[in-house]
């Protein structure tokens, strides 16, 4: 069963534990998922609902229409899609597109010093990006093992990037 990027993060977080859709919401911005994963608060209920109707999820609670109070858990079938669809997404090569690749393909447009002005804001961006990760990583408790590494592997690929750009614009890899 192929799931989304956006309905594995939703069911997911309700195989971690039940949760009502505030609390997804919560969760998704306490661990800063939006830089990563594009959900809007708006389609959490919409992916609720797609994941509810393919038996990939359950619902118990409040009765329709108080979706706030709905507890959502994880099927039998949810907690296997999920797996399923995490060990695919982690092992398959897929082409992830970057828009900064797109900016440097096309550097015979671009003066030269346009170029260092683009790389130092970027450089300044990525930095603040990193004490982002940091900072919320820190202001959590104990956190889930999906969390933790989901932390780390954006620390990495953030500070690899700023690597580069720092060798770029030669200023202290700090």
């Given at each position: 069963m192929n799931l989304t990027p956006t309905e594995l993060t939703i069911l997911g977080l309700i195989a971690e534990q039940p949760r009502h859709g505030y609390d997804l919401e919560q969760v998704i911005e306490q661990r800063g998922i939006r830089?990563?994963?594009?959900?809007?608060f708006s389609s959490i209920y919409y992916v609720l609902s797609k994941l509810e109707g393919r038996g990939l999820i359950q619902s118990e609670g409040a009765k329709a229409g108080a979706r706030s109070r709905k507890v959502f858990h994880a099927s039998e079938?949810?907690?296997?899609?999920?797996?399923?669809?995490?060990?695919?997404?982690?092992?398959e090569r897929r082409t992830v597109a970057h828009p900064a690749l797109v900016g440097l393909a096309n550097l015979a447009l671009l003066p030269e010093q346009e170029y260092?002005?683009?790389?130092?804001?970027?450089?300044?961006?990525?930095?603040?990006?990193?004490?982002g990760v940091i900072a919320a990583e820190r202001s959590q408790g104990a956190l889930p093992l999906a969390a933790r590494e989901?932390?780390?592997y954006s620390l990495c690929l953030l500070e690899a990037e700023r690597a580069w750009?720092?060798?770029?614009?030669?200023?202290s890899d700090e």
């Open positions: 830089r990563w994963a594009d959900i809007g079938a949810g907690r296997r899609a999920a797996e399923e669809a995490a060990v695919a997404f982690i092992a260092a002005d683009a790389l130092q804001r970027r450089l300044v961006w990525i930095d603040e990006r990193i004490s989901v932390f780390s750009l720092a060798a770029r614009v030669q200023v």
